[in-house]
């Protein structure tokens, strides 16, 4: 079964430094998420992305965030002057559909750590 | 807003018990509402979803029917395995938005 798969698992990072998540969503899938979930909270929405553009935001996805899909398969979320506060799980994740009745289908998660 | 709320957990069984994990929600229009499990040291997977009232999602023996008159999606199983053991995450999804908003997650542990 094709799957979301995210890479690095880990990523240890100095505050203040630029992170590059990265993701692969499945093949045939037209719309790309990530999420976040700090440790003991809520899996948190913070973007979605269909035909190469920001089709929503959250209020948590300001300046320090992009997302870029620069070439046909990967999907790139990058946060700016790291905090210690973006300490999280961000999950990638992929839908055939816009959410309604499509389901979203997640990877395993980048754990970032801020040190 | 949309928000979800789950029961707290974490909710001890013991196997073969019955299952039900409470889920309500608050939203605009009609949202499309999932449940996702969680396995250790893996991602959120699918488990079932309902798209609108009276709907019943159903895998894997579990089940959960979309009421609008109580805005619930409570998650039930006839008989829990030591394999169920996981995070459970109620979540919404309403028509004209593209996040999904979930609940805190419930964690399950079965024990034989």
């Known amino acids: 079964e094709p799957e979301v798969t995210q890479t690095p698992s880990h990523q240890v990072t100095q505050m203040g430094q630029e992170v590059i998540l990265r993701c692969v969503p499945i093949s045939n899938h037209l719309y790309f998420y990530w999420y976040r979930q700090i440790l003991g909270q809520k899996v948190e929405f913070l973007v979605s992305?269909?035909?190469?553009?920001?089709?929503?935001k959250s209020e948590i996805f300001d300046d320090q965030f992009s997302v870029e899909r620069p070439d046909g398969s990967n999907f790139t979320l990058k946060i700016r002057s790291t905090k210690l506060e973006d300490s999280a799980m961000y999950f990638c994740a992929s839908s055939q559909g816009a959410t309604g009745g499509q389901p979203q289908h997640f990877g395993d998660g980048t754990r970032l750590s801020i040190l | 807003g949309n928000s979800v709320t789950q029961m707290e957990g974490p909710v001890t069984l013991s196997e073969e018990a019955f299952l039900t994990i409470n889920c309500t929600y608050t939203?605009?229009?009609?949202?499309?509402l999932f449940w996702y499990v969680q396995y250790p040291g893996e991602g959120l997977q699918l488990l079932l979803k309902?798209?609108?009232?009276?709907d019943k999602g159903s895998n894997k023996g579990f089940e959960a029917t979309y009421r609008k008159e109580t805005t619930s999606f409570h998650l039930e199983k006839g008989s829990v395995q030591v394999s169920d053991s996981a995070v459970y995450f109620c979540?919404?999804?309403?028509?004209?938005?593209?996040?999904?908003?979930f609940g805190k997650g419930t964690h399950l542990i079965i024990q034989p």
């Open positions: 992305f269909y035909n190469n553009e920001i089709s929503e």
């Open positions: 979540a919404l999804s309403p028509r004209r938005a593209d996040g999904l908003t």
């Open positions: 309902a798209t609108k009232a009276d």
């Open positions: 939203a605009t229009g009609y949202p499309s």
